[in-house]
């Protein structure tokens, strides 16, 4: 085993634990501040994920968005609503055991599928100037969704001020 | 290089942990925070595939990577109608009781 | 570095393109209007619509592609849109007076629902998966917005909030459901992925996919979101939903299944029957249980969306185009009675039990006969457009082998007579309640039901001109 081989085994295992651990917590906190705080270290852990697969780019907008945006929403929604230090609990509902068995039997079916796959793997070199090539495609190749995403991004603006709005 | 199910299965267990607690939790945002974990787990496989599989055609390379991208964008819209909603329901009834709101009812 | 964007041909989106642009017109229109002029704004948005019903016939017999296949002009894309449309004209006409009534007259409810046109028209005429999924989303979540816009009514709010998640939810799966497709074929286009082999990825990708379309279309065991959405949404947007999701829906669920994945559709057909039994039996048992107008056309949207899905069961060009007749049919058979049910409210107050109807035959005969006329084509009596739309899809199932699903569905469609019934019992049998006055309806919610009803009678009078433009096709 190279030692870049090993470095990545060692990242993968450390990111994967991160993101799983921070998955759990996220799910199964009765505090839902913890909890929040647990979805962003899943959220860390699955950035380093990417920078593991050598997808440096999506794992800084995962950063930036996820960690930076999505996380402080999330948060400001639960600070807004209730109060923050009584530490207000928000418990499971009566049907935690049947989707726990439901979760856990979707994991065997696609765990199974996962393995059982014969997977015609391409090992690509990852070039080097990714990011340009990620630019151009979102405004040539891509630039259809890219523009629905727009007005989808518009929408949701529009949609979320009106909501909200006094 | 890392065998790809290692990646896969990591995406499926944190996909239906996601699933677990989107289906589990009795609060709006806790339920939300599950489906964003789901999300996560769809872009592992997304990223995972782009590295690891040679694309049908020589053009659609970056195809994985830039629907990932699509991806976290649109979590980010949802959090933000999520955020609108819940703040607007609070106003309304005049109290925390987002928790009231249960899904499963018939 | 010098870029240039293949294949662009922006005369295959060109209805896509001018509704979200009369969406960006509107919502700009909003802020130099004063409350008094927001009417004008709606017109605005019909003026948007009528022009996209233009463009897209300019599109019949294209066959066309554009951005690197992303987009796929063909008639079955082409019928879709123009039944989208009329829907959302349709609910525009309904919506003026109504939103008054209602106080949620504003530009951004007119630039919602275009925006959520943008991504139904958009979603007809994807060939890839990646615009389906943000097609799905960009008429999904204007939709959650508009489910709660009458923001001091706490059901309407919880609608919002309940559509959102649930919606968010299905996204998800129908999102792990093309990352499994896409690492099983290497590709997210429709035509390619059908030209790969087949695998389980592929199989157990279909399957993700499938849940998410049926959250969408509200098939069992997805559909218990439903009746709580339909009662507390706005009633307009209630109307809107039950009818243009569906269409847009069926539409990338007909062209996923039949283009991308025809030898994997083979083996789910046996699933998708049974859950068009399922689907079918308990949305008109349900129905029959509801004292609300509103949850019994919800539950009734389920059943329909059960009959629809017996023609993707039985294929071939007969379960396409009689799943592309039903869809107009219901579309406007629907909008119809939907919008009998505005037009009868009063004021903010809408006559949401059954028990309300009581004597309207006598106070309102031609709203009444209207209303009757729409309740017997959903249960699908002849010469309604119902009648035709049940008609080819059990003749399609039967056609194809499947002559028990369609045995199944006439059973269904018998059980359904009783409840679409009611109110027209109520109306012609029943005496009046206390507390309503005689309705009173504006003029363009008369001619919204005018439009519906000459539809749905010169569909079920005249149906071979329809059937033929359903026939179009489907381009591979």
Known sequence: ?166 | MIPLPFYLLLAAALFCIGLFGALARRNAIAILMGIELMLNAVNINLIAFWRYIQPAAPTWDLAGQIFALFVITLAAAEAAIALALVIAIYRSRDTVNVEEVDLMKW | MSLSVPDLNLRIIAPVLIVAISALVVLLGELVTSSAQKRGLGYASLVGLLAAGGAAMGLWDAHAVAFREMVRADNFGVFLTLTILAGAVLCILLSFDFTRAHRIETGEYYALILFSVTGMLLMVTAADLIIIFLALELLSLPLYILAAFKREDERSLEAGLKYFLLGAFSSAFFLYGIALVYGATGTTNLARIAASAPSEMLLIGAGLLLVGFAFKVALVPFHWWTPDVYEGAPTTITAFMSVAVKAAAFGAFLRAFLVALPALAMDWRVVLAIIAVLTMTLGNVAALLQANIKRMLAYSSIAHAGYILIALVAMGGAGVSAALFYLLAYTLTNLGAFGAVIALGEGERERLNVSDYGGLARMQPLLAAMLTVFMLSLAGFPPFAGFVGKFLIFGAAVQNGWAWLAVVGVLNSLVSVYFYLRPVVAMYMSEPVEGWGAPRVAPLVALALVLALIGVIALGVFPAPAIALAAGGLGR
Not at chain 1, 20 to 31: D, E, H, K, T, W
Not at chain 1, 121 to 145: F, N, Q
Not at chain 1, 149 to 160: E, R, Y
């Open chain 1, 1 to 166: 085993m190279s030692t870049d081989l090993v470095l990545t085994y060692v990242g993968f295992f450390m990111m994967g634990a991160i993101a799983l651990i921070g998955a759990v917590l996220a799910v199964s906190q009765r505090n839902i501040l913890r909890a929040a705080l647990g979805l962003i270290v899943s959220f860390i852990g699955v950035a380093g994920i990417y920078f593991v697969l050598e997808a440096e780019f999506v794992g800084v907008v995962q950063i930036l968005i996820y960690v930076g945006a999505i996380t402080i929403l999330i948060l400001f929604a639960i600070m807004l609503t209730r109060g923050l230090m009584q530490g207000t609990t928000s418990g499971h509902n009566s049907q935690w055991l049947a989707a726990a068995l439901l979760a856990m039997l979707l994991f065997a079916a696609l765990a199974l599928v996962a393995l059982g796959t014969n997977w015609n793997v391409a090992a690509t070199r990852v070039s080097s100037d990714l990011i340009p090539k990620i630019g151009a495609e979102l405004m040539t190749t891509y630039v259809l969704p890219f523009e629905a995403v727009s007005l989808l991004l518009l929408a949701a603006l529009v949609g979320a001020i009106v909501i909200a709005r006094e």
